[in-house]
């Protein structure tokens, strides 16, 4: 038996947003964004969309909550990488309202958003291409070039730099917000993968970026 949910799903603007919406009709949805153009809030009926402050902003996540209680809303599905652990971090206020969120644990957010702690937790695989973080400590004799450098928070491929000699690494900054990544020519690939709360792979989806 189907039983219709209320979802909200934030980052209205994303691929991600419009994608959810139309892979789960039958449902009413609820969309906001930072951005009142946002493609996904047309989506949904008008009284159904709003506007959010920035992630950052502290007033962020007490819109959401406020919302979800007025709306009754059964799930929120964030789909910005910003959003993520602020929301989390509040699970339990969400629940008490009512609302579920389809969203990982803080501890698998704290690990997965952060490049260097990700690749210290899969260090042991023969999979994980040589890195390193870029602080004072970094040793340029040890990078051949050429190699990557990109922040340890951040997706898209905002700020990912090709160093082609160590003397192109002399404007950036080794404060440890960066690393530096073995360069590995060819196509890249990245594999969106749903887990259940068991651990179970659900879906995974590899696509060419």
Do not use: N
Not at 78 to 86: K, M
Not at 100 to 113: A, D, K, N, Q
Not at 202 to 208: T, Y
Request: proline residues 7%; contains cysteine; aromatic residues 8%.
């Amino acid at each position: 038996m189907h039983f219709k949910k209320r979802l909200l799903i934030t980052g209205a603007g994303g691929a991600a947003a419009v994608s959810f919406i139309k892979a789960t009709p039958g449902h009413d949805h609820f969309a906001c964004d930072i951005d009142p153009h946002a493609a996904g809030l047309y989506l949904v009926p008008a009284m159904r969309r709003f506007l959010v402050p920035k992630a950052d902003d502290t007033e962020f996540v007490d819109c959401l909550l406020s919302y979800c209680r007025e709306h009754r809303i059964d799930v929120l599905v964030p789909t910005v990488d910003d959003e993520l652990l602020p929301i989390a971090r509040r699970r339990d206020e969400f629940e008490s309202a009512g609302t579920r969120l389809l969203l990982s644990e803080v501890e698998c957010l704290e690990r997965c958003l952060d490049k260097w702690a990700l690749y210290q937790a899969l260090a042991r695989s023969e999979y994980v291409p040589q890195t390193g973080l870029l602080d004072e400590t970094f040793v340029g004799s040890d990078w051949p070039p050429p190699f990557i450098v990109k922040p340890r928070v951040g997706s898209g491929s905002r700020g990912v730099r090709l160093i082609k000699s160590l003397e192109d690494l002399a404007s950036e900054p080794r404060d440890g917000s960066l690393i530096v990544q073995q360069y590995l020519p060819g196509p890249e690939y990245s594999v969106d993968v749903m887990i259940d709360r068991k651990g179970t792979a659900m879906a995974v989806v590899p696509r060419e970026r």
